[in-house]
Each structure stands twice: as structure tokens, then as C-alpha cells.
Nanobody, 132 residues
Framework: QVQLVESGGGSVQDGGSLRLSCVASGYPYGNLCLAWFRQAAGREREGVATIRAGSGTSYYADSVKGRFTVSQDNAKNTIYLEMNNLKPEDTAMYYC?????????????????????????WGQGTQVIVSS
């Protein structure tokens, strides 16, 4: 069982920046595939980005490409989501999710959509509010 704890959410103005963090524990970090999702009030959950622990190979949803960057600190078992040029439509609860690479075989963009059910471990979320 992987425990995930997100932090870093807050309120910013349109065009501002935030950096979210997600600390993973309870499982060898290097064997994880991790992802960021978000869910706005009244809307479906949306995949944002994936990152393979260790190699750092990452993928992004089209809606955030060029504005968001996912990164990691292997020594701290932590992934980050750097969000720049934030827009009001980025307002949402942001969640970190993870799965063992041995369970899912591939850490790829399909985890943000069709294979989201393979991500069995989720954090409690951190709220991001972008005001115009």
C-alpha cells in the first residue's frame, strides 16, 4: 500500500504560479508510476500528468502542456507539479495517484484516461483556486 500526501495548494491570481508536492511512502519509490489528476466542482476527474519514478519519463494532458511541469526528487520520494500561467479554469482539487510498475507494466499517458483504474493509490488532494 502506497501512502501519498499532497501539499502546496492555495489561492493565486490569473497568470500566477504554484508548485504542488506529493510525498510517497510505504513502497519502494523507484518501482512506482505516479500521476497528477484534478477535479473541479461539478466536473469529471481529469488526468494532468504522469511520471515514472527514477527515470523521470513524463507525459502531459494537452490542456496543461507548456504550462505545467512534473518533476521529482528521488532522494525525497517526492514528485512535484510546477504550474505556471495559471488560469481560472485550472481551479480544482489536485490529487496525486500511484501504482506499482509491476502491476501496470507501462507508465504511459493511457493512465490519465482509459487505464486510470490501474492507479490504486490516491492522496487526499490539495485545493488550487485561481481567481481572475
Amino acid at each position: 500500500q502506497v501512502q501519498l500526501v499532497e501539499s502546496g495548494g492555495g489561492s493565486v491570481q490569473d497568470g500566477g504560479s504554484l508548485r504542488l508536492s506529493c510525498v510517497a511512502s510505504g513502497y519502494p519509490y523507484g518501482n512506482l508510476c505516479l500521476a497528477w489528476f484534478r477535479q473541479a466542482a461539478g466536473r469529471e476527474r481529469e488526468g494532468v500528468a504522469t511520471i515514472r519514478a527514477g527515470s523521470g519519463t513524463s507525459y502531459y494532458a494537452d490542456s496543461v502542456k507548456g504550462r505545467f511541469t512534473v518533476s521529482q526528487d528521488n532522494a525525497k520520494n517526492t514528485i512535484y507539479l510546477e504550474m505556471n500561467n495559471l488560469k481560472p479554469e485550472d481551479t480544482a482539487m489536485y490529487y496525486c495517484a500511484a501504482a506499482s510498475i509491476f502491476a501496470i507494466n507501462h507508465c504511459d499517458p493511457s493512465l490519465l484516461t482509459s487505464r486510470v483504474g490501474a492507479l490504486r493509490n490516491w492522496g487526499q488532494g490539495t485545493q488550487v483556486i485561481v481567481s481572475s
